[in-house]
């Protein structure tokens, strides 16, 4: 590689779950809309978090409730806080229209 090459370096999908869990409902929301995020109801692999988190890393995820799994290559799990799980409870529930991917 020449020193002109510049590496990619990607956050990690703990890192971003982790970023996610120190914001409350509506700075996930804000962060969102932000980013220009958008996604479907009641999806595990299309809401607007699983397509944030995709889009950071690069690797797909599924999202639960109250939870993340990494669908690439090894099956990892990560633990939503209660702020995060209530903006997935939210979102499939008809709030926040404004990420609704349609």
């Known amino acids: 590689m020449s020193d002109t090459q510049q590496v990619e370096v990607r956050p990690t999908v703990g890192s971003i ?8 409902m509506h700075g996930v929301h ?3 809309v932000e980013k220009s995020v958008k996604g479907r109801r009641r999806t595990t692999m ?3 978090i699983a397509n944030y988190v995709r889009a950071e890393t ?3 995820v599924m999202v639960g409730g109250s939870w993340l799994k990494e669908v690439d290559h090894v099956e990892r ?3 939503f806080s209660d702020s995060v799980a209530d903006f997935v409870s939210a979102f499939d529930g008809g709030q ?3 990420l609704l991917d349609v």
């Open 17 to 24: 779950v982790k970023s996610l869990n120190q914001l409350g």
């Open 30 to 32: 804000a962060l969102l």
């Open 46 to 48: 299309s809401c607007p």
């Open 58 to 60: 690069g690797i797909d």
């Open 77 to 79: 799990r990560y633990d």
């Open 96 to 98: 926040f229209g404004d």
